[in-house]
């Protein structure tokens, strides 16, 4: 059975930094890629960005470029999202998911993923 464990969530004031975690456990990690998405209440489940299985290839959602950056660590099954100069709309749960499929690049789409944590929460605010 796949577990993935997220920690590192909390306030912040806009403008700051937090880093979300990523454990996985119950099949070889280093052969899925790994994304994070978000969601608020009301709305859809939004990607934020991926990364692919050998780290090589990293996407993000144009609301979070520059500003986000996701890593993972095979040797820890771990993925990591960075999240810099973060602003009140960055606000949500944040979810990280496993790619159904193994050896594939970053997919954007969420019905992708047959594996996700159980959310971390993300609160912007002065």
């Known amino acids: 059975q796949v577990q993935l464990v997220e920690s590192g969530g909390g306030l912040v004031q806009p403008g700051g930094s937090l880093r979300l975690s990523c454990e996985a456990s119950g099949r070889t990690f280093s052969n899925y890629a790994m994304g994070w998405f978000r969601q608020t209440p009301g709305k859809e489940r939004e990607f934020v960005g991926g990364?692919?299985?050998?780290?090589?290839?990293?996407h993000y959602a144009d609301s979070v470029k520059g500003r986000f950056t996701i890593s993972r660590d095979n040797a820890k099954n771990t993925v990591y999202l960075q999240m810099n100069s973060l602003k009140p709309e960055d606000t949500a749960v944040y979810y990280c998911?496993?790619?159904?499929?193994?050896?594939?690049?970053?997919?954007?789409?969420?019905?992708?993923?047959?594996?996700w944590g159980q959310g971390t929460q993300v609160t912007v605010s002065s």
């Open positions: 990364i692919s299985w050998s780290g090589g290839r990293t």
């Open positions: 998911a496993a790619d159904s499929v193994p050896f594939r690049t970053v997919i954007v789409t969420h019905t992708a993923y047959d594996y």
